[in-house]
């Protein structure tokens, strides 16, 4: 299995800028895809981007020109870069990391680092 802790999270006004960070332990070489979602108060868990282990980046259409996703995978570390925060971007973060074809398929989840966006 894998196990994520995430870190970053905070307040800040809109405009500004966070730096969310995320490291993967445990089984660590069968992960494929990693990425962040969101979850709003009141909705469904969202993803926000996601990248595999060859470097093949996705972003949710809100989030694309502001947000950039990176990960080194020497050190098992996942990072979201947000820029220009608007306050819709207020939400509990979670790292995801998953293993979706072959043997051991798996879905894990961090513990989630808030993220709120004042206006």
């Known amino acids: 299995q894998v196990q994520l802790v995430e870190s970053g999270g905070g307040l800040v006004q809109a405009g500004g800028s966070l730096r969310l960070s995320c490291k993967a332990s445990?089984?660590?070489?069968?992960?494929?895809?990693m990425g962040w979602y969101r979850q709003a108060p009141g909705s469904q868990r969202d993803l926000v981007a996601s990248?595999?282990?060859?470097?093949?980046?996705n972003y949710a259409d809100s989030v694309k020109g502001r947000f950039t996703i990176s990960r080194m995978n020497a050190k098992n570390t996942v990072d979201l870069q947000m820029t220009s925060l608007k306050p819709e971007d207020t939400g509990v973060y979670y790292c995801?990391?998953?293993?979706?074809?072959?043997?051991?398929?798996?879905?894990?989840w961090g513990q989630g680092t808030q993220v709120t966006v004042s206006s």
């Open positions: 445990g089984n660590t070489a069968s992960i494929e895809h």
């Open positions: 990248i595999t282990s060859g470097g093949t980046t």
């Open positions: 995801n990391a998953k293993r979706v074809a072959g043997i051991g398929i798996f879905n894990s």
